[in-house]
C-alpha cells in the first residue's frame, strides 16, 4: 500500500512537469540573460524529471527484485514464477527510458554540430564524387572551331532567362530565372564560390540570349573583382564598385528611374505586364556581389532594391543579391519576394537552415569550392556550379557575334560622374552643342543619373554667376563671354555686347560697347580656339567663322524682336548692387536689371545685395564650402548632401540655379587662361575713344587651373 500511495504521488508530480518537458530549446540561438536562465531552470525540471521516473518505476522493480530473492532463498519456486512476470513490465520501462534519452543525446549532440542524423553517417558521400566540365563543355561550345559563330547561333534560340551554369547527379542543371525566380539569394561563406557562381551564371545568360533580351547592371562591392572580367560584355549597361560610392549612388537611381520608367510604358499600354508590350524591353538582371556590403556603406539606398524586388516580377527586372551571411543582412520584404535560394558552404546551420530549411549546406567541405544547393521552393537540389576555361574568350566571343549581327550594343544606363575639368564639350557629348539665343551652352550638367549639357538663355532675363574670392567666378563671366561673341557675330547688328571690368581697388579698368563689325577677328579666332558651333536658320549646326549669314538665317528665340539687344556682362558688380553706393553707375546698372532690351551678365561675391527674382532669373553658384553661405545662396540641402571635400577643391564645380531646379555643372575652361588680346582688339575697334592699356582680366591662376 505504501508503494501504491508512493507511486500515485510521483505520477501526480510528473503531470505536473509535464508542460516544462514538452519545450523544446533551438540549437545554436543566441540568447539573453533572461533566456539562459529559463535554460537552466528547464534543465533543472528535466532532470528533476528523470529522477521522478527512475524512482517511480525503479521501486517497484527493487521490491520485486527483493521479493524474488526471498522465495528463491526458500526454495518457493511456484511463487518465485508468479513473481517473474510482475517484474518485467517496470524492468521493460526502464530499459525503454535508458534507450530515448541515448537517442536524445545524439541527436541534440548532431543538431549542434549542424547536421542531422540521416546526414551525419554520408557527410559527403553524395558530393565528393560530383563533377562538372568547364562551361564551354557544359553548353557545347567546344564542338565549334569559331567560337562567335556557336553563341550567334544560340542567340537565335529563345530561351529568356534560362541557363545551364551547373551540373547534378541527374546531369546538366538549368535555372530559369523568369519561372524559378523572380529574383535570387546567393549565401556563401569566403571560399565557397559566390563570385565563380555569379560568373558563371551570367557567362551562361549572355552566351544563350543576344543583348536585346537580356541586359546586366553589376554592383561589386568586394572592389570591383568579381565583374572586372565581365565588364566587356555588350549586354553589359552598368557596373560600378564601392570605391566610389558617388558612382553607386548614380547606378541605384537609375535602376529606380528605369523602374518608373517600365511602369509608365506598362500603364500607357494599358498591359497587365511587361510581357503584353509590342515591343518587350530586355530583361534587366541586377547582380549585386557582397549585399551586406551595400547596405552598410549606403543604407538608404538598400530600400530601393527593395522596391525593385516587389515589382521587378511584371517589368522584367531581376535582383541577384550575393552575401556571406544572410541573417539580418537581407530585409524580410526582400526576402519575401526572392522564391530561389541558393546556399554554398557556410559555417553554422542556421544560415542553412534560412535558405534551405535544412543545415545540408553547413556539412560541405572546404575542399569542395562551388558545390550547392539550390531551393527552387519546390525541391532541393545539390550541384556544382561549373567554372569558365577562358572567360576573355567567351567575352571576346560575344563581341563578335554581336558585330556580326549588325546592331550596337544598349545604351549605358548611367554616366560616370561630373569629371574633374572640361575643356571641349563634345569630348563627352559626341557633339558640340549648338548656340542659340535660348541656349548658350557654358557647361556639363549632372542630372543625377546622367549627363548632358548646361545652357543659359541671353534673352529671358538677368544672370547672376555667384562665388566667393578666388573660386573661378570671372573666369566662368569670361568663358560666357567668348560665346556669347562669337554668337553677337552671327547675328550681326541684332545682339550688342558690352563688357565691364574691376581693379583690385573698384575702379573701371574696360567698359567698351562693341558692335558686330567689331567682333570680326574676335569671332574667327573664337572659332579656330573652341569651333563653337551656331544655330542657323535652317536648324543645322555650322561652324565658326561664317562670313556670309544674313540677319533671316538665324535662329530667333521666341521672345527675340527686330529691336537690337544688348548683352552687358560685369565682373565685381557688389557694389553697384549697393542701394547706398553714389556711384553713377550703379543707377545705370540697376536700370538696366529691369530694362528687357538688357540682359546684365554679372558676377558677385555674395548674394548680400541680391534680390531674387527681382535682379536675376538664373543664378550660377560656385560653392564654398561654407554649408550656411551655400544654402543663403541658393543650393538646395540635397545638392549640398552630394558634396564631398574634394568636390569643394575641384575648380570650375557649380550648381546651376534654373527654373525651379538645381543641376551640378562643370564649367568649360576658356581657351586661355587671361582675358584673349583679340578680344580686347575687338574692343578697341568698337570705340571711338583710346581704349585702356591692356590689362589681364582674368583671375589669378593656380596649379595651371583655369578655375581658381
Known amino acids: 500500500m505504501t508503494l501504491l500511495r508512493l507511486a500515485r504521488v510521483l505520477q501526480r508530480r510528473r503531470a505536473t512537469h509535464a508542460p516544462t518537458r514538452q519545450r ?122 569559331l567560337l562567335w559563330r556557336c553563341v550567334a547561333r544560340s542567340w537565335l534560340r529563345s530561351s529568356p532567362l534560362q541557363a545551364v551554369m551547373a551540373m547534378t547527379r541527374a546531369g546538366p542543371f538549368s535555372i530559369d530565372l523568369e519561372r524559378q525566380g523572380p529574383h535570387a539569394l546567393i549565401a556563401g ?166 535558405l534551405l530549411g535544412s543545415a545540408k549546406a553547413a556539412t560541405i567541405s572546404p575542399e569542395l569550392p562551388g558545390v550547392a544547393y539550390c531551393n527552387d521552393g519546390a525541391r532541393i537540389t545539390a550541384l556544382r556550379c561549373a567554372v569558365a576555361n577562358d572567360i576573355e574568350q567567351l567575352v571576346r566571343a560575344t563581341q563578335l557575334a554581336q558585330s556580326f549581327r549588325g546592331r550596337r550594343g544598349p545604351a549605358t544606363l548611367f554616366s560616370e560622374p561630373l569629371p574633374r575639368s572640361v575643356h571641349k564639350l563634345r569630348d563627352y557629348l559626341g557633339i558640340e552643342p549648338t548656340a542659340c539665343l535660348d541656349a548658350v551652352p557654358f557647361a556639363l550638367g549632372d542630372t543625377g543619373v546622367d549627363i548632358a549639357v548646361a545652357s543659359v538663355p541671353i534673352a529671358r532675363g538677368n544672370i547672376a554667376i555667384i562665388g566667393s574670392q578666388s573660386r573661378g567666378k570671372t573666369t566662368l563671366l569670361r568663358s560666357l563671354g567668348e560665346r556669347i561673341c562669337a554668337l553677337a557675330h552671327c547675328m550681326g547688328g541684332r545682339l550688342q555686347v558690352r563688357w565691364t571690368g574691376f581693379g583690385h581697388d573698384g575702379t573701371s579698368l574696360v567698359d567698351q560697347a562693341t558692335s558686330s563689325q567689331g567682333f570680326v577677328s574676335c569671332a574667327d579666332r573664337i572659332a579656330q580656339d573652341q569651333n563653337i558651333p551656331l544655330m542657323t536658320g535652317h536648324g543645322i549646326p555650322s561652324p565658326m567663322p561664317v562670313n556670309d549669314l544674313s540677319d533671316s538665317r538665324v535662329e530667333q528665340g521666341p521672345h527675340w524682336s527686330n529691336t537690337p539687344h544688348t548683352v552687358w556682362l560685369v565682373d565685381d558688380a557688389d557694389e553697384w548692387l549697393d542701394p547706398l553706393s553714389c556711384d553713377p553707375k550703379a543707377g545705370e546698372l540697376r536700370r538696366a536689371l529691369h530694362d528687357p532690351a538688357v540682359t546684365v551678365l554679372f558676377a558677385l561675391r555674395s548674394t548680400r545685395h541680391l534680390r531674387f527674382p527681382e535682379h536675376c532669373a538664373i543664378r550660377i553658384v560656385l560653392p ?67 581704349s585702356p592699356p591692356i590689362m589681364s582680366l582674368g583671375p589669378s591662376w593656380k596649379s595651371g587651373s583655369a578655375y581658381a
Open 24 to 145: 523544446h530549446v533551438q540549437p545554436n540561438r543566441s540568447l539573453d540573460a533572461d533566456d539562459l536562465a529559463a535554460n537552466d531552470a528547464r534543465a533543472a525540471d528535466s532532470k528533476a524529471n528523470r529522477r521522478l521516473s527512475l524512482l517511480q518505476h525503479g521501486a517497484p522493480a527493487l521490491a520485486q527484485l527483493m521479493m524474488l530473492a526471498l522465495l528463491v532463498a526458500e526454495r518457493r519456486w511456484l511463487f518465485a514464477l508468479m513473481v517473474v512476470p510482475g517484474l518485467m513490465i517496470p524492468l521493460a520501462y526502464l530499459l525503454m527510458s535508458a534507450h530515448e534519452r541515448a537517442a536524445r543525446i545524439r541527436q541534440k549532440e548532431t543538431v549542434s554540430a549542424g547536421t542531422s542524423p540521416t546526414d551525419s553517417g554520408r557527410r559527403d558521400n553524395d558530393l565528393l564524387d560530383l563533377r562538372c566540365p568547364n562551361l564551354e563543355t557544359l553548353l557545347g561550345l567546344d564542338q565549334e572551331p
Open 189 to 354: 561563406t569566403t571560399g565557397s564560390g559566390k563570385s565563380v557562381l555569379l560568373q558563371s551564371w551570367c557567362l551562361a545568360l549572355a552566351l544563350t540570349n543576344p543583348p536585346e533580351r537580356v541586359q546586366f547592371v553589376f554592383l561589386d562591392f568586394k572592389g570591383g573583382s568579381a565583374f572586372a572580367c565581365l565588364e566587356a560584355l555588350p549586354h553589359v549597361v552598368g557596373s560600378v564598385c564601392d570605391l566610389d560610392l558617388n558612382h553607386a549612388v548614380r547606378a541605384l537611381l537609375a535602376i529606380e528611374s528605369e523602374l518608373s520608367r517600365r511602369e509608365r510604358l506598362v500603364a500607357s499600354q494599358r498591359s497587365g505586364d511587361i510581357t503584353g508590350l509590342r515591343e518587350r524591353p530586355a530583361s534587366l538582371v541586377i547582380v549585386v556581389d557582397e549585399f551586406h556590403a551595400l547596405s552598410g556603406k549606403l543604407p538608404d539606398y538598400v530600400n530601393r532594391l527593395s522596391h525593385i524586388a516587389s515589382l521587378g516580377r511584371s517589368l522584367g527586372m531581376h535582383v541577384i543579391a550575393c552575401t556571406q551571411n544572410p541573417l539580418g543582412q537581407v530585409s524580410a520584404d526582400m526576402k519575401a519576394n526572392m522564391n530561389l535560394n541558393i546556399c554554398l558552404r557556410v559555417r553554422d546551420g542556421l544560415q542553412s537552415h534560412e
Open 624 to 690: 564654398t564650402g561654407e554649408r550656411a553661405v551655400d544654402l543663403m545662396n541658393g543650393i538646395p540641402a540635397n545638392i549640398l548632401a552630394m558634396f564631398d571635400q574634394e568636390t569643394y577643391s575641384i575648380a570650375g564645380r557649380a550648381v546651376l540655379l534654373r527654373d525651379a531646379s538645381a543641376m551640378p555643372v562643370q564649367c568649360v575652361q576658356p581657351s586661355s587662361a587671361a582675358y584673349p588680346p583679340f578680344m580686347l582688339d575687338a574692343f578697341r575697334s568698337a570705340s571711338s575713344q583710346p
